[in-house]
């Protein structure tokens, strides 16, 4: 079941955070900066495995850290340009394909919850009304609940039912 829920997606009680990034993102804007400062060790990580995998767009990779932290890496973006370190744009396309991977992922580690913010409509600059419905489509049917912080309140810990 998803709930759409306000609050600091940094403070959730779920199982997992999912959040968006690019190729060779650098994690330097928003929830990924965060995360990035919280646990650098992932940042490094992410960027071994897109090397390792030939990593494309569409695509999601799940770290797990200390204290049981798990943050599910949903490649929405294209990548970085070296040249110039522009991000990359998000695409529905990307969105829809990392989804579905999502899913993948948690059905296979048997995730019990999970948090993720207004997907790509930060940097990967999409219109929310557009991936809304691509959230609610792919991550609805799920058996477990999906807290979309849909308004981010900085250190308001969000009322996360079935929690």
Request: aromatic fraction near 6%; charge should be negative; include cysteine.
């Amino acid at each position: 079941m998803i709930y759409r829920v306000e609050g600091d997606i940094l403070l959730t009680q779920a199982q997992a955070i999912a959040h968006g990034v690019g190729l060779n993102d650098p994690m330097d804007k928003g929830l990924a900066l965060e995360l990035h400062d919280r646990y650098p060790a992932m940042h490094k990580d992410f960027h071994r495995w897109c090397h390792m995998h030939n990593t494309k767009p569409g695509e999601a990779w799940m770290w797990g850290g200390p204290d049981h932290v798990r943050i599910v890496n949903l490649i929405t973006q294209e990548g970085v340009d070296s040249h110039d370190h522009r991000h990359g744009k998000a695409t529905i396309g990307n969105v829809r394909h990392a989804l579905d991977a999502l899913v993948k992922i948690i059905r296979h580690e048997k995730l019990a919850s999970l948090a993720l913010p207004r997907l790509a409509t930060g940097v990967g600059d999409l219109d929310w009304d557009d991936v809304w419905p691509l959230i609610d489509e792919r991550l609805g049917g799920l058996d477990i609940p999906v807290y979309v912080y849909a308004v981010y309140r900085p250190g308001q810990a969000a009322l996360e039912p079935g929690l």
